[in-house]
T-cell receptor
Framework: NAGVTQTPKFQVLKTGQSMTLQCAQDMNHNSMYWYRQDPGMGLRLIYYSASEGTTDKGEVPNGYNVSRLNKREFSLRLESAAPSQTSVYFC?????????????FGQGTRLTVV | SQKIEQNSEALNIQEGKTATLTCNYTNYSPAYLQWYRQDPGRGPVFLLLIRENEKEKRKERLKVTFDTTLKQSLFHITASQPADSATYLCAPTNSGYALNFGKGTSLLVTP
């Protein structure tokens, strides 16, 4: 089983460039999440989607947009990349019904903005 | 606002001892509390979930407690091994809500 797949795994951008991080899950989960992880800061929630067709801001949404394209896919877009967005980005999904709140994570995207 | 606190300092213990990690939360009442393990360069991996009406849960060498009065969870690894060295994250949560994590505690088990 693939689980949660993120692309790309590594990316270098110049300041001001745009890009979209892709995430897909094959577990028929309702909820999907985007996090960034920086040294000493832990996992910080950027945006999440509780179900297909809905998205909500997390702790650090500024500079990002998201699209829940369908139940499987949840993309994260940087419209104008800044060096402060250099980070490791993780996508996750969860069934998020009743006790089934366990999250499954992708392998991460290491993004460097120069 | 909701706040999740984990020991910020790394925990160093000797092989064979019990490691105890703490997770405190404020300003919400989670129905569940999850613990994850994260190895360098990888995404977190789910370990255990405990419900608000459960005092304790065990899985092999792992034990988790959940005290809703103290708003605290303790995560124990008994008979620790060097392979247990990793960062451990807690996530107090409610179904259908955003999944937020503590910053994690780094555990180093030395032979």
């Amino acid at each position: 089983n693939a689980g949660v797949t993120q692309t790309p795994k590594f990316q270098v951008l110049k300041t001001g460039q745009s890009m979209t991080l892709q995430c897909a899950q094959d577990m028929n989960h309702n909820s999907m999440y985007w996090y960034r992880q920086d040294p000493g800061m832990g996992l910080r929630l950027i945006y999440y989607s509780a179900s297909e067709g809905t998205t909500d801001k997390g702790e650090v949404p500024n500079g990002y947009n998201v699209s829940r394209l369908n139940k499987r896919e949840f993309s994260l877009r940087l419209e104008s990349a800044a060096p402060s967005q250099t980070s490791v980005y993780f996508c996750a999904s969860s069934e998020a019904k009743g006790i089934n709140t366990e999250a499954f994570f992708g392998q991460g995207t290491r993004l460097t903005v120069v | 606002s909701q706040k999740i606190e984990q020991n910020s300092e790394a925990l160093n213990i000797q092989e064979g001892k019990t490691a105890t990690l703490t997770c405190n939360y404020t300003n919400y009442s989670p129905a569940y509390l999850q613990w994850y393990r994260q190895d360098p360069g990888r995404g977190p991996v789910f370990l255990l979930l405990i419900r608000e009406n459960e005092k304790e849960k065990r899985k092999e060498r792992l034990k988790v407690t959940f005290d809703t009065t103290l708003k605290q969870s303790l995560f124990h690894i008994t008979a620790s091994q060097p392979a247990d060295s990793a960062t451990y994250l807690c996530a107090p949560t409610n179904s259908g809500y955003a999944l937020n994590f503590g910053k994690g505690t780094s555990l180093l088990v030395t032979p």
